[in-house]
């Protein structure tokens, strides 16, 4: 008697009432395809002591390397076999689409469009609660606050009113980003800069922590404008790589309105011919006042 192995360990053997019934899988796939799109008979495994797959090559478009299955299986001290299911499976050479993937887990920045809304989970590990008046003690122990400031001042200095607040996991995932991305320390523009960002003045300070190590670019020229930027990131850009100094008056050309010179073409003249324009008396003479040359 044949016998298989499953996944498990466990060694099932194949019934052979089971493995005879080709025809009856074959008729049971009749009343869901059509004749032609079964092919031939592909083999026979077992999946318990009376019962049995059988595997049909599937012509169908689109679905190479699939398989029709058809189960079939019998009762106990039974020679009557029947139908259990029928079903397309896919085989190993099997075009499958990509294995799904919440929406959630899909979204990458630049997604988000006008008008369309991003539900935050509710346990999200990038938040968590802000400021609760009910638990006031709780974070006046946790909050060092001098004698002549008023704690709800202090609160509010720190910005922990909102509903829920940066965790720490959620600020951890935002500097990684910011300094492994486009305007972090590594980038290829900040390889290539004169200087960094910590010394530029369009820098705009950041306050807290991350102001240690991040402030927002205030250049609009510079590619980072409106971002926030690594203090050890730079440009080309930067307010002291190349300081212009300041242009020196120029003097005005002066324009000669009274006489104008006539330069014949080819080989040079002894002399030069000078026209001179006489507004007072409207004539024009050359360089010989006795000769008139003409009137205006």
């Known amino acids: 008697m044949l016998t298989v192995t499953t996944a498990s360990g466990r060694r099932i053997a194949v019934d052979s009432v089971c493995a005879d019934a080709v025809d009856l899988a074959r ?3 009749s009343s869901m395809t059509d004749d032609e799109t079964v092919g031939e008979h592909l083999g026979v495994e077992s999946d318990d002591e009376r019962a049995v797959t059988h595997l049909f090559a599937a012509h169908l478009p689109g679905y190479r390397g699939w ?47 006008v008008g369309d809304l991003l539900p935050t989970d509710e346990d999200d590990e990038r938040l968590e609660p802000g400021w609760n008046a009910s638990e006031a003690a709780e974070a006046r122990e946790l909050i060092d606050v001098d004698d002549q400031l008023d704690f709800a001042e202090a609160i509010a200095a720190l910005d922990l009113t909102r509903p829920r607040v940066l965790s720490p996991l959620g600020l951890d995932d935002a500097i990684d980003r910011w300094v492994s991305g486009a305007h972090g320390p590594e980038s290829e523009m900040a390889q290539a800069a004169p200087a960094s960002c910590a010394t530029c003045g369009f820098r705009l300070p950041v306050n807290g922590l991350v102001g240690q190590g991040f402030g927002i670019c205030a250049n609009e020229i510079a590619p980072s404008d409106g971002h926030v930027v690594a203090l050890n990131f730079g440009c080309g850009a930067h ?10 008056a120029v003097a005005l050309p002066v324009i000669d309105e009274v006489g104008y010179e006539v330069v014949e073409s080819g080989a040079a003249a002894p002399s030069q011919q000078v026209l001179v324009a006489d507004h007072d008396s409207g004539t024009v003479r ?11």
């Open 286 to 296: 050359d360089d010989d006042p006795g000769e008139d040359l003409g009137h205006g």
């Open 67 to 113: 398989r029709w299955a058809v189960t079939v299986a019998r009762a106990a001290r039974s020679r009557t076999v029947t139908v259990d299911e029928t079903v397309l499976l896919p085989g190993t050479e099997s075009l499958l689409s990509p294995v799904w993937v919440p929406w959630t887990e899909r979204l990458r920045p630049g997604d988000l469009g």
């Open 27 to 29: 008729a049971a796939l």
């Open 239 to 248: 307010s002291e790589a190349v300081v212009v100094p300041a242009m020196s």
